[in-house]
């Protein structure tokens, strides 16, 4: 906080909230302050009051974060299938269905490579929009092929991670993306390959006890939550009181997870001068 | 041990009841009612066929659940022999639900983890109902360096309701221990053999479970979720936990025709608990075969082949290009 200039007390006050047509405005859950959709998204989905950090489509990350028009996207028509037939309340096709039409995302990770300063990487950003950017067999293939195309093109990869977990739909084969991305990243780390993964609220679970973890750099955007388990099953299991700020970006920087917490407006300059640090020196 | 029934076992209890009272009227009034006592018999084995061979994934998932089950130190200590426990992350602690060290097989020396519960609530206090801490995944991987150094295969035994979910274990970055241990496994220089011997709890049994060869008893399960946990979020309601396990498809048979598992070992009708003698020397001899097989492939190929048989788990259709 502090890097932007703020706004005068009381931008964007919420009196006329009334008169606001549906989705056009977005009230910071932070600060209180409402703010036009179309000024949060220039503004990277940041409260321009009080830096807080909305979640942002993967599209507009990838799109902020690469230099201008040097992102091609890959594996985009990458669809999941029911393979277990799962017979829940709903189907898994139909919220599939739902997902896709609320996002306009066939999943929910956007993959490919592009350039960063200059630098060509193998990118990957999950979007939290659809089914809580789970990890079904799309998720776990796309990042995987993203890995392995680092490693094949010897090209760092940077990916922006968020997640509520496994994708229970799809079972057994959701938990094995676990092992699938993270054996490709033992590669690409064989390599001399640089790997960072970007933590983005919320991170959690399975994804996290995979190749969220296991970036050469853990970088955070600032307050995500970021865990294993889920705090209403740490009470309902421990019945122990939750100390402040568990299980918060900053809470993990002080215990030693997370080597830098970035704002969003920084991690392009941040990652690209790390890069400088953790590439090959031949490359 | 008394074996304790579960629900679906009533019936078979209240007739096994019947006929001990039979027996016991017969012999007072000293009345021959053998042909009774034997048509009761026959009933006997016949719901108990019923019962045992029609067993739905949730009746499985609590047969993996049973407290008489054989655990990860009965199989240490019964189908191996020659068991040495060692001790200790280097890091924080001991993690007593999940004991580590050497054994012998068939000949092969191995390096030893599991899951490890408790029979009552001492011993639970002790283990943790199976749910390791960090300490435990990060000794599993001393264990498993050990092994590679010293070319002993990895036998690990999965028999966990998930890794802990506590403040202790977030605080010393639960999910970062078992990510390292699952990439660290996936290019492990040594064969490794993983055996899901009752529960296969989500990440916390995946920790310890990436393996060129994964068995899974026929009344264990594996699933992402737990199936309350599944019936929480996707039901809205934990007693759905029967359809979340159906719709899981988390059993050993399931698993199997999904190609996740290599091979289901067969339990005694009612589980492994109804005769652990026999579930324990059916993984000794299982751990043997496949040890065999495995240290005959060179450890390149062994290690293309383990990196490929994760690789291609997934299914999604692609648009043609
Ligand atoms: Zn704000």
Redesign the interface.
Known sequence: MGIFQKRPFGHGSSKKKKDMPEGLWQKCPECGDVTHNLELTQNQRVCPNCDYHFTQAARERIEDFVDPGTFEELDADMLSVDTLKFKGLVTYTDTLKKHQKKTGLKEAVICGTGLLSGRKISLAAMDFHFLAASMGSVVGEKITRTIERGTAERTPVILFAASGGARMYEGMLSLMQMAKTSGALALHAQAGLPYIVVLTNSTMAGVMASFASLGDLIVSEPKCTIGFAGARVIRETTHQELPAGFQTAEFLEEHGLVDMIVHRKKMRATLAEALNYLSPKSA | MKVQPLEFEKPIVELEEKLEDLKKHSRIHDIDFDAEVRRMEAKIEQTRRDIYMNLTAWQRVQIARHVARPFALDYFMRSFTDFMEIHGDRLFGDDKAMPAGFAMAGGHRCAVIGHQKGRDTKENLMRNFGSAHPEGYRKALRLMRLAEKFKLPVVALIDTPG?Y???G????????A???N??????LRTPVVAVVIGEGG??GA??IG?ADRVLMFENSY????SPE??AA????HRNQAA??A?????TAHD?EK?K?VDEVLPEPLGGAHQDPQRAMADLQKAVVKHLKELSAVPIDKLLADR?QK??R???????AK
């Open positions: 890794a979910p506590g403040v274990a977030e605080e010393r970055h639960i999910s970062e078992i990510a390292v699952i990439r660290e496994m996936m290019v989500s990440g995946l920790g990436v594996y699933s992402v979720i946990g599944c979020i996707l039901w809205k359809a979340a159906e719709a899981l498809k988390l698993l999904l996740l990196y994760y690789r788990v997934g299914e999604y259709i692609e648009a």
